[in-house]
């Protein structure tokens, strides 16, 4: 064998190691091609979600329905990239039907595909409406005859209990709760974090409520942020926390001066009172005045939503020891108008008797109190002026 030979043999073993060396490793270093989704199955409410995708190199996602074409209520704000990326954000319509809904969500990369099937939850329609007050809880205040009013409870489990959220009467016209109501203490409170997790109330029709994704827009008077009437540090157990984050417990409220000082403060003092020693439970009802305004706020799809004149408070407290009170009650209300206060501080002027909120609100607040105490003790419970109870101060 010459020299020639000899040389053209070993380069081409060396070529041939080449190749394959450099072939494995570019198998080696490429990432397998993978989409996941924050939340799968998807709740019924919608709302803001996310994707995560890893990948080597470029990217792009797809997307289509059971009839093969994109779905209208779903949007992934985007669907090219390269290499992994994690919170891709995803906007999901609520779905308001009562049969559940599929997406194919597919991702392709220089080096395959990977499909991932979402699912939406159907609209549930379980949770009971009518005349609040046959249901018999003490926070619930009276439904009129003939209201047009809409009323509603959302359930939470704590542990293996299933339990009542909260209640709320709903406003399809200004689209806004006129009243939220609920039980307060620290088992209800629970342990977690404030979750952000807007959407929409799978109770409520989608075209009957604020879209609030990203907050409210300026309507005829300024900007306004998304108020909360059941607070989210009331409810701070994951599943119950999301659902404090529903578009129908939001109001436009006045940030600096009320919703973000003597609004939380308000908020603040009344939790205290829940796990104060020797409570038992407070039974809270938040409220707004729409009617009179002339106000309004804008929804991320154009909708006005009415800015309340006003919002209310009113707190019926339970001690099974009966040392305070009457027969173990006590009661607080307040009204303040909607406008920014110079003081964070809860003034004793602001404050009333829940008699006087009655009057003041067309509202028959704790309407099934007199079946648990009798009329007339309920009607002295009622009456008493918080500014002359020292356990409120």
């Known amino acids: 064998m010459n020299f020639k030979s000899l040389l053209l043999g070993a380069l081409a073993v060396v070529g041939m190691t080449c190749l394959y060396s450099c072939s494995d490793n570019t198998t080696e270093d490429a990432v397998k091609a993978e989409i996941t989704a924050q939340e799968n199955p998807i709740e019924a409410r919608g709302g803001a979600q996310y994707l995560s995708v890893k990948a080597s190199g470029s990217w792009n996602i797809s997307c289509k329905g059971e009839d093969g074409n994109a779905p209208k209520w779903l949007t992934i704000s985007q669907t090219n990239g390269s290499g992994s990326k994690s919170s891709i954000p995803m906007e999901v319509k609520p779905n308001t039907t009562d049969a559940e809904r599929v997406a194919i969500v597919t991702l392709r990369t220089g080096h395959g595909k990977a499909t991932l099937t979402l699912t939406q939850k159907a609209w549930d329609s379980s949770v009971t409406t009518g005349d609040k007050a046959k249901v018999g809880w003490l926070e619930l205040p009276g439904m009129p005859e003939g209201t047009e009013l809409g009323f509603f409870t959302h359930s939470m489990t704590i542990g293996n209990t299933k339990t009542r959220n909260y209640s709320f009467a709903y406003d399809y016209d200004n689209m806004v709760a006129h009243w939220v109501a609920y039980p307060l203490n620290a088992w209800t409170i629970g342990s977690g974090e404030r979750t952000k997790k807007w959407g929409a109330d799978p109770l409520i029709p989608a075209d009957k409520q604020a879209v609030l994704y990203n907050g409210f827009k300026e309507g005829n008077a300024g900007w306004f942020a998304r108020g909360h009437q059941c607070p989210s540090a009331d409810r701070l157990n994951y599943e119950a926390n999301v659902m404090t984050f529903y578009y129908t ?46 106000k309004y706020a804008l929804d991320n799809n154009g909708k006005k939503i009415t800015v309340p004149v006003a919002y209310y408070k009113a707190v019926l407290r339970y001690s099974k020891s009966g040392k305070e009170g009457h027969s173990g009650y006590m009661g607080f209300a307040i009204y303040l108008e909607h406008k920014v206060y110079s003081s964070s501080a809860i003034k004793k002027e602001y404050c009333m008797s829940i008699s006087d909120l009655e009057k003041r609100i067309n509202v028959n ?9 009798g009329p007339e003790e309920a009607q002295t419970i009622k009456a008493e002026n918080p500014a002359d109870v020292a356990w409120w101060w």
């Open 249 to 294: 417990n939001m109001t436009p409220q006045i940030q600096d001066g009320f919703n973000g000082d003597i609004w939380e403060q308000l908020e603040s003092k009344v939790r205290g009172w829940a796990k104060k020693s020797g409570t038992d439970t407070c039974y809270v009802v938040t409220g707004c005045v729409p009617d009179g305004s002339t």
């Open 365 to 373: 607040l704790f309407a099934n109190l007199p079946s648990v105490v």
